[in-house]
């Protein structure tokens, strides 16, 4: 029996829809005298991070949310990196900070995110907004799982009671995403470059989410019938084109809801950038609610 074809998640329409229920909240904001203001620190001159940041840099633009880019040289010292992190810190016209991942050898990664205010850490990275989501009571999402989260329940994919698979543990996607699909009642298995079994467990996924930095990873046999399929991997291909972490093509046959790729996760992952720093901005004003 031919299956129909999988239910397309429509990220980038739905990211513009987000950043347009955004822009009444930063005017708002800005006409009580806090415009919405995030800082992007960017070390060295790796050109996918330039690629990322002008599509924040843009999509704050587009929701006028104001912007500023610090770039800093490859070979600067770690301590001036602190210092320009201190400096935003206390910049009170700057409600998020974020800090563009890779950082260059000799810039200790883990030093530089903990130098981020709590309350200005937009990518959620600090180690305080993490054990906030683990205890369940967020402040701000990491942005990748906070976007995936928003695509599952636009497209109304049922979570309660439901087996999702996320192939992938960093704590930038699989681990703070497990925690948000458990949030929402779903059992969760983690799986990583050392699971046994990959996909057999793939294949009882009610949810399947590949975030492996793997392009094709996930082929048609390892998708249940009528899954739901989310692909996080962005990678470009020889012919220039990018390529996710799923075969699109044979998977989309077999599954019933498929994000794509560009147009899916990525997206998101912007605008809900956009999102935190708007939140960001309406902690510091002592505004809780919307
Ligand atoms: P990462 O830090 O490299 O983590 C990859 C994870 O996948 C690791 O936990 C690794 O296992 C696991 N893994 C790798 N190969 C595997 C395999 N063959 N089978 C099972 N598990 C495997 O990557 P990341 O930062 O989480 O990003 C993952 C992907 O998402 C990348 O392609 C990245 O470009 C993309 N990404 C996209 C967005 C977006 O906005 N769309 C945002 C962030 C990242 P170990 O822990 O055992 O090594």
């Known amino acids: 029996m031919q299956h129909m074809a999988a239910k397309i998640i429509d990220g980038k329409a739905l ?27 960017v070390v060295g001159d790796n050109p996918a991070s330039h690629i990322y ?11 006028g949310v104001r912007s500023e880019l610090h770039e800093l040289p490859a070979d600067v010292a770690e301590a001036a990196v602190l210092e320009r992190i201190a400096a935003l ?14 950082l260059p050898r000799g810039v200790n990664a883990e030093r530089v995110l903990a130098a981020v205010s709590p309350a200005k850490d937009v990518d959620g990275f600090h180690a305080h907004n993490l054990g906030l989501l683990l205890r369940g009571t967020p402040r701000f999402v990491p942005c990748t799982p906070a976007g995936i989260m928003r695509l599952l329940e636009h497209a109304a994919v049922p979570l309660a009671g439901r087996h999702a698979v996320v192939i992938g543990r960093s704590s930038i996607v699989g681990k ?9 009642d779903a059992t969760v298995t983690i799986c990583h470059s050392k699971t046994a079994h990959l996909a057999a467990l793939a294949r009882q996924a009610d949810v399947l989410v590949a975030a492996a930095g793997e392009p094709r990873l996930v082929g048609a046999d390892m ?11 962005i990678h470009r291909g020889g012919d220039g084109k990018l390529v ?41 004003i002592g505004q809780t609610a919307r």
């Open 15 to 41: 990211a513009a829809q987000v950043r347009a229920t955004l822009k009444p909240a930063v005017e708002a904001l800005a006409a009580r005298g806090a415009r919405p203001g995030l800082a992007a620190v």
């Open 53 to 63: 940041l002008r599509n924040k840099v843009r999509a704050c633009e587009e929701t």
């Open 89 to 102: 810190n206390g910049d009170a016209r700057v409600h998020g900070i974020l800090v563009q991942l890779p």
């Open 176 to 184: 703070p995403l497990a925690l948000l699909l458990l949030q929402n």
């Open 223 to 233: 998708v249940k019938p009528g899954a739901c399929v989310v692909d996080v991997g």
């Open 244 to 284: 996710g972490d799923v075969d699109a093509a044979a998977v989309a046959q077999r599954a019933g809801w498929i994000t794509p790729v560009p147009g899916g996760v990525g997206p998101m992952t912007v605008a809900m950038l956009v999102a935190n720093t708007v939140r960001a901005t309406e902690l510091a």
